[in-house]
């Protein structure tokens, strides 16, 4: 071999080992980020030019990846599953509070409660004016209770929309940063330019899509990552569709309805909870059309207080006291609650303004409608029979109270999980410090090596250009 040779492959040499104690240096300075990878330089021997690079590569499990991915995309759905029921409990007084002295009693079966009681009270002296008058006031707190639960249910249906569109909008902003990404890093690939720190942003970045909607992917040719739901819809493939939100239904590519290929994630919950299929039957699951199942229940218990009386039922509550007798002077006759449903539910004005009284004819049957079992009520995912008024308030309270129970395990199982697949995850891919050390340390003797070597080619030279002159 040639000085010029032996020159060239020994330059060609401390090239490649400057990159690698540049890569290994990288490592070790962000070995402590979530998203960083172990990256690598690849080399290769030529008889005539020595070692060279070949390629710039980072460690990854594509196994575990993927799974970590769903894993993130089930967790971001269960997260936001979890608050909204929470807020459900809060709202119904079903979450147990931090307070011991808190009653643990819900809202409306206490609303409930509390009027029975003042009927029951009312039944020992039917002409006394202040126990006439605690009826009133807890059948009108009643009233605001279903009131405030049903205009509580309306602000977070509105909540849910407004988080879908915020959602949307993030998804767009990771989709369009993913398109970018692809076209970097087939940028440079195309010139066999190290690629890996856009690799590793574009994994946090496809991290943070999955946690709020399903994804698959699939690695092109050139570098570049396709994005597509679980479907087959298009999310990322050359460009980037903007998803768009309506207050209804999910738009894709070309403003297609992609709305049911949406699964998983923060806005597969949401879209979950906010469905209304109406008016086909709920779904029978759980954490689907909440706010539909929510008013519908709602509505029933308002509907059982002014209905008539059901065939094979007791006296309901509004024919006990219509349909007593006598009615004196300055009593109500007939209508004691009047509307349709939980916005339209109202005490009568006339008992309101102390212009009427309650009849008392009507105390003692309006205590047993209130109090008898036997009844059932039907409503969008809840069925119930042979309960009493009080019966009903307190299974839709129980009801929900199991659903946020299950929800809230079911979220932190999960949670844990994906902890536990990024710390696999981390441990597969990630840098290790002891490696990394040993790694650098070995380079530089390559390099002190190398550059000893170029030094006696120099010196090699200087006595060769001596001898010649």
Same mark, same amino acid.
């Given at each position: 071999?040639s000085l010029f040779s032996a020159l060239n492959s020994a330059a060609n040499s401390l090239n490649v080992i400057q990159a690698g104690i540049q890569v290994v240096s990288d490592n070790m300075n962000n070995a402590n980020s979530p998203d960083r990878t172990k990256h690598t330089v690849s080399?290769?021997?030529?008889?005539?030019?020595?070692v060279t690079i070949s390629q710039y590569s980072r460690s990854v499990d594509v196994a575990l990846q993927a799974q970590l991915q769903g894993t993130t995309s089930e967790n971001g759905m269960q997260q936001v599953l979890s608050q909204y029921m929470s807020q459900i409990g809060g709202m119904l007084g079903t979450t147990n509070s931090n307070n011991s002295s808190d009653s643990a009693t819900p809202k409306l079966t206490q609303a409930f409660q509390d009027f029975t009681s003042a009927l029951q009270d009312l039944s020992a002296s039917p002409?006394?004016?202040?126990?006439? /008058?605690?009826?009133?006031?807890?059948?009108?707190?009643?009233?605001?209770?279903?009131? *405030?639960?049903?205009?509580?249910?309306?602000?977070?249906?509105?909540?849910?929309?407004?988080?879908?569109?915020?959602?949307?909008?993030?998804? /767009?902003?990771?989709?369009?940063?993913?398109?970018?990404?692809?076209? *970097?890093?087939?940028?440079?690939?195309?010139?066999?330019?190290?690629?890996?720190?856009?690799?590793? %942003?574009?994994?946090?970045?496809?991290?943070?899509?999955?946690?709020?909607?399903?994804?698959?992917?699939? !690695?092109?040719?050139?570098?570049?990552?396709?994005?597509?739901?679980?479907?087959?819809?298009?999310?990322?493939?050359?460009?980037?569709?903007?998803?768009? =939100? @309506?207050?209804?239904?999910?738009?894709?590519?070309?403003?297609?309805?992609?709305?049911?290929?949406? &699964?998983?994630?923060? !806005?597969?919950?949401?879209?979950?909870?906010?469905?209304?299929?109406?008016?086909?039957?709920?779904?029978?699951?759980?954490?689907?059309?909440?706010?539909?199942?929510?008013?519908?229940?709602?509505?029933?218990?308002?509907?059982? !207080?002014?209905?008539?009386?059901?065939?094979?039922?007791? *006296?309901?509550?509004?024919?006990? =006291?219509?349909?007593?007798?006598?009615?004196?002077?300055?009593?109500?006759?007939?209508?004691?609650?009047?509307?349709?449903?939980?916005?339209?539910?109202?005490? /009568?004005?006339?008992?309101?303004?102390?212009?009427?009284?309650?009849?008392?004819?009507?105390?003692?049957?309006?205590?047993?409608?209130?109090?008898?079992?036997?009844?059932?009520?039907?409503? @969008?995912?809840?069925?119930?029979?042979?309960? #009493?008024?009080?019966?009903?308030?307190?299974?839709?309270? &129980?009801?929900?109270?199991?659903?946020?129970?299950?929800?809230?395990?079911?979220? *932190?199982?999960? #949670?844990?999980?994906?902890?536990?697949?990024?710390?696999?995850?981390? &441990?597969?891919?990630?840098?290790?410090?002891?490696?990394?050390?040993?790694?650098?340390?070995?380079?530089?003797?390559?390099?002190?090596?190398?550059?000893?070597?170029?030094?006696?080619?120099? %010196?090699?030279?200087?006595?060769?250009?001596?001898?010649?002159?």
């Amino acid at each position: 071999m040639s000085l010029f040779s032996a020159l060239n492959s020994a330059a060609n040499s401390l090239n490649v080992i400057q990159a690698g104690i540049q890569v290994v240096s990288d490592n070790m300075n962000n070995a402590n980020s979530p998203d960083r990878t172990k990256h690598t330089v690849s080399q290769t021997t030529d008889p005539l030019s020595g070692v060279t690079i070949s390629q710039y590569s980072r460690s990854v499990d594509v196994a575990l990846q993927a799974q970590l991915q769903g894993t993130t995309s089930e967790n971001g759905m269960q997260q936001v599953l979890s608050q909204y029921m929470s807020q459900i409990g809060g709202m119904l007084g079903t979450t147990n509070s931090n307070n011991s002295s808190d009653s643990a009693t819900p809202k409306l079966t206490q609303a409930f409660q509390d009027f029975t009681s003042a009927l029951q009270d009312l039944s020992a002296s039917p002409e006394n004016a202040v126990a006439q /008058n605690q009826v009133v006031q807890k059948a009108q707190a009643l009233v605001q209770t279903i009131h *405030t639960l049903s205009a509580g249910v309306d602000q977070m249906e509105t909540q849910a929309k407004g988080d879908i569109t915020q959602t949307v909008k993030s998804i /767009n902003t990771d989709l369009t940063q993913i398109d970018q990404l692809n076209a *970097t890093i087939s940028q440079l690939k195309s010139s066999n330019q190290p690629t890996a720190d856009f690799e590793d %942003q574009r994994d946090a970045t496809l991290r943070d899509l999955s946690s709020m909607i399903n994804i698959r992917t699939t !690695l092109r040719d050139d570098g570049s990552i396709a994005v597509f739901t679980p479907t087959g819809s298009t999310l990322v493939d050359g460009t980037a569709t903007q998803l768009s =939100y @309506d207050g209804k239904v999910i738009s894709g590519a070309g403003g297609a309805d992609i709305t049911a290929a949406i &699964s998983g994630g923060k !806005l597969g919950g949401l879209l979950d909870m906010v469905a209304d299929s109406s008016p086909a039957p709920a779904s029978g699951d759980a954490t689907t059309e909440v706010f539909r199942k929510l008013k519908s229940q709602l509505d029933a218990v308002a509907g059982a !207080l002014t209905g008539t009386t059901q065939a094979g039922q007791p *006296t309901s509550i509004t024919d006990a =006291y219509n349909k007593a007798s006598p009615t004196n002077d300055g009593e109500l006759a007939s209508g004691l609650f009047s509307g349709s449903d939980a916005g339209t539910l109202a005490v /009568n004005k006339d008992l309101l303004n102390g212009t009427k009284t309650i009849k008392q004819s009507a105390v003692n049957a309006m205590v047993s409608a209130m109090t008898a079992t036997g009844r059932t009520m039907t409503a @969008d995912g809840l069925t119930l029979t042979n309960v #009493s008024y009080g019966g009903m308030a307190d299974q839709v309270s &129980s009801n929900w109270s199991t659903i946020q129970s299950n929800v809230n395990t079911q979220a *932190t199982t999960t #949670s844990s999980f994906m902890t536990s697949l990024q710390t696999r995850y981390a &441990s597969s891919t990630g840098v290790n410090m002891d490696e990394e050390v040993a790694n650098l340390q070995v380079l530089q003797r390559n390099y002190s090596a190398t550059a000893r070597v170029i030094s006696v080619i120099g %010196q090699m030279f200087d006595t060769l250009t001596q001898a010649v002159t």
